[in-house]
């Protein structure tokens, strides 16, 4: 049974990057895309991006200038940074993996979200 | 990008009731659809994937079904448990998108 744990900080000042990290513990990290997906009161949930274990990454565009998510193999852990944060960044971070079924590829394990709030 | 509209934005039901949440996309996504689950404080959960299929250890009250851009989301007959916030999600295009959710609520 995998699980996603994540972590990182809390709460930000406007301009600062944000930092998230997610381990995966009890599965392999090949195989599969890990992915970032935000989530408010206002717009929903958001897609971040992902990546794969080779650094095949894919990112919305409307974040990408200010996005970059990388891997670690060597610990299973992928981590989201977040640059030039402002109130609007202030969600519910969650880390996912993202799984082939079939001719699909869907968020099938989840890390416990992160409350990330920016303000002065 | 391709936006998801999900209908009813809240719906009112009884245990024992049969549920109908609809997701209709803005262009289509064949069977590229998927469906999940949250409950408060909780991440949400995968129910359906490829439009119809259930995820592992869904049970057998949910069904998907719709292709292109009408889908749609049935509970049978609703357990408690069931009463909880349903979002769609594409990836027929990126970026990956979600719809705004279905609220189920207990009547």
């Known amino acids: 049974q995998v699980q996603l744990q994540q972590w990182g900080a809390g709460l930000l000042k406007p301009s600062e990057t944000l930092s998230l990290t997610c381990t995966v513990y009890?599965?392999?990290?090949?195989?599969?895309?890990w992915s970032w997906i935000r989530q408010t009161p206002g717009k929903g949930l958001e897609w971040i991006g992902e990546?794969?274990?080779?650094?095949?990454?894919n990112y919305n565009p409307s974040l990408k200038t200010r996005v970059t998510i990388s891997v670690d193999t060597s610990k299973n852990q992928f981590s989201l940074t977040l640059t030039s944060v402002t109130a609007a960044d202030t969600a519910v971070y969650y880390c996912?993996?993202?799984?082939?079924?079939?001719?699909?590829?869907?968020?099938?394990?989840w890390g416990q979200g992160a409350l990330v709030t920016v303000s002065t | 990008e391709i936006v998801l509209t999900q209908s009813p934005a809240t719906l009112s039901l009884s245990p024992g009731e049969g549920a109908t949440l609809s997701c209709r996309a803005s262009q289509s996504v064949t069977t590229y659809l998927a469906w999940y689950q949250q409950k408060p404080g909780q991440a949400p959960r995968l129910l359906i994937y490829?439009?119809?299929n259930r995820a592992t250890g869904i049970p057998a009250r949910f069904g998907g079904s719709g292709s292109g851009t009408d889908f749609t989301l049935t509970i049978s007959s609703l357990e408690p448990e069931d009463f909880a916030v349903y979002y769609c999600q594409q990836r027929y295009k990126w970026p990956i998108t979600f719809g705004q959710g279905t609220r189920l609520e207990i009547k």
């Open positions: 990546i794969n274990h080779s650094k095949s990454t």
């Open positions: 009890g599965g392999s990290f090949s195989g599969y895309y």
């Open positions: 996912a993996r993202v799984t082939l079924f079939g001719s699909t590829w869907n968020f099938d394990s």
């Open positions: 490829g439009a119809f």
